[in-house]
């Protein structure tokens, strides 16, 4: 079975520094999605950033970045220029392309910003 | 504009009595889900459905029921025998791309 481990349960970093949120994973399939969540204090979770397995370039939107490490079943989010509203939980996901049921979310990480 | 709703937003029930959670979409997706998240916890899931009139189990059915009977609605029932129902839902439905769209949840707290 799919796993994805999250080992950091909180994080801290200075406001305007970069950081990077871990994440590992377990699969024998060889086309798979990965994803990062964002879930601020209201709850709702946001789709950060998303990663096709088949892929080798790296995922980025603005600020988020991800390093892809398919050998290694590695899935780091880097999120540079840290700003105050980046403070939130982060959820990484894996989900299977060969079945819309098997989408896995790792325990999460807290990042908390300090001004 | 496109999205998943729930609601309500907060909900509070007495012990032993069945709640339905709402959860609609109008993005045209099929598959739909339920997530339950615990304080500190990531999000674990309840029950899923790919197409309409078909749903299957999640890691933690147990004492919930869903039904999916339209295409656009998805709803979750806690019934009395959910030996502990206080927590925070979230409906997702996903993509031809695979990727999840989440509601805002629902707070439920039962006394």
């Known amino acids: 079975a799919q796993t994805v481990t999250q080992s950091q349960p909180e994080m801290s970093v200075q406001e305007a520094e970069t950081v990077t949120l871990s994440c590992t994973y377990d699969?024998?399939?060889?086309?798979?999605?990965l994803f990062w969540y964002k879930q601020p204090p209201s709850r709702q979770m946001i789709l950060v950033i998303r990663?096709?397995?088949?892929?080798?370039q790296n995922a980025t939107e603005n600020r988020f970045s991800v390093n892809f490490q398919k050998a290694a079943k590695s899935f780091s989010l880097k999120i540079s220029d840290s700003q105050l509203g980046d403070a939130a939980m982060y959820f990484c996901?894996?989900?299977?392309?060969?079945?819309?049921?098997?989408?896995?979310f790792g325990s999460g990480t807290r990042l908390s910003i300090r001004p | 504009d496109g999205g998943i709703t729930q609601s309500p937003k907060y909900l509070f029930r007495k012990e032993g009595q069945n709640v339905t959670l709402s959860c609609e979409q109008n993005?045209?997706?099929?598959?739909m889900y339920w997530y339950r998240q615990d304080p500190g916890q990531g999000l674990r899931l309840i029950y899923y459905?790919?197409?309409?009139?078909?749903?299957q189990k999640g890691d933690i059915a147990e004492g919930y029921s869903v039904s999916r009977e339209k295409k656009e609605s998805f709803p979750l029932t806690v019934t009395s025998a959910q030996k502990n129902p206080t927590a925070f839902y979230l409906c997702?439905?996903?993509?031809?791309?695979?990727?999840?769209?989440f509601g805002p949840g629902t707070r439920l707290t039962v006394t």
């Open positions: 459905s790919q197409i309409v009139n078909d749903f």
């Open positions: 699969t024998s399939e060889s086309d798979y999605y």
């Open positions: 990663q096709e397995a088949y892929k080798q």
């Open positions: 997702a439905s996903t993509s031809g791309s695979g990727e999840q769209y």
């Open positions: 993005l045209n997706h099929d598959a």
């Open positions: 996901a894996y989900r299977s392309a060969s079945s819309a049921s098997k989408i896995i």
